[in-house]
């Protein structure tokens, strides 16, 4: 058996090579780390959601409508001051003059709140509701009528021969001084009607003398002289206009060519007339 100790130097450094080329070899076979790490490197980064730049055609809407609010501001708002109302430096100057009044139909008023009653040729219902054309309760005192239309009437009336016993309504509360003026004058001056006109001054005379009455008229109280006549009442002149006076002498006459049925009547409207003359 031959002795290892005896090898031949030359082998053993052959073996030594050999050992020392298969490790460098084995060496160069194997990845180094930053070759691992390379497909890493090569991915790109995704851009942050919700950063983008918007585009420019937003940008442009955008200076338009800041441009076209400057603008229209500027043209219309005015001076900036604490009274924004003012669209100009220039003060408003107030208008002192009133209003102009609306003429009042009486022919409407009429047609939509009396003419169901009492028709619409004034001729009323027989037995139910009296007529109004060639009613003396309608042409004869002024302040008469007004009184019935404010505040209604009630019980018996005897109106061209025939008595009548029903319950008129109260317009006070609903129709105004020129309404009512306007509806009174208008069934004085219909039909075979020819009576002066009443005006809404004379309604508020009135008004004003029966202020806090609630309770409606009766034929006996509006033929008492305190309950007849508007009182003095200025025209549009500003004198004094007595349009009892009138009445009276209308009343007088009627009772001097034989008119019975106002007989009562023009007694109340002379004894009322004396009364004013003291």
Same mark, same amino acid.
């Given at each position: ?9 030359? @082998? +053993?450094?052959? %073996?030594?090579?050999?050992?020392? #080329?298969?490790?460098?070899? =084995?060496? *160069?076979?194997? &990845? ?78 009429? @047609? +939509?709140?009396? %003419?169901?009653?009492?028709?619409? #040729?004034?001729?009323?219902? =027989?037995? *139910?509701?009296? &007529? ?147």
């Amino acid at each position: 058996m031959p002795d290892e100790s005896s090898t031949p130097p030359e @082998s +053993s450094e052959n %073996a030594r090579n050999s050992a020392a #080329d298969e490790g460098a070899r =084995s060496e *160069a076979s194997s &990845p180094e780390p930053i070759d691992m790490l390379a497909p890493l490197f090569r991915e790109q980064s995704l851009p942050p959601e919700g950063m983008e730049a918007p585009p420019m055609w937003l940008w442009m809407v955008i200076f338009g409508v800041v441009l076209f609010s400057t603008f229209y501001l500027g043209h219309y708002t005015g001076d900036f001051s604490p009274d924004p109302w003012l669209q100009s430096s220039d003060p408003v100057v107030a208008t002192t003059t009133e209003p102009e009044e609306v003429e009042v139909d009486g022919a409407q008023i009429y @047609s +939509s709140r009396c %003419a169901t009653c009492h028709q619409s #040729d004034g001729e009323g219902i =027989s037995g *139910a509701f009296p &007529p109004l054309n060639q009613a003396e309760w309608v042409t004869g005192d002024k302040g008469q009528i007004i009184r019935i239309l404010l505040q209604g009437m009630i019980g018996e009336v005897e109106v061209r021969g025939n008595v009548y016993n029903g319950n008129m309504p109260a317009w006070g509360n609903q129709l105004s001084d020129q309404e009512i003026a306007a509806v009174i004058t208008h069934v004085r001056q219909s039909w075979d009607n020819s009576a002066s006109e009443v005006t809404g001054e004379e309604v508020q005379s009135v008004r004003s003398a029966t202020e806090g009455r609630v309770q409606a008229w009766t034929a006996e109280e509006l033929q008492q002289p305190e309950n007849m006549g508007v009182g003095d009442v200025e025209d549009d002149a500003g004198t004094s206009n007595d349009t009892t006076a009138t009445e009276d002498a209308t009343a007088a006459l009627r009772f001097m060519r034989g008119d019975r049925s106002g007989e009562r009547r023009a007694y109340a409207s002379m004894a009322q007339h004396m009364r004013g003359r003291r």
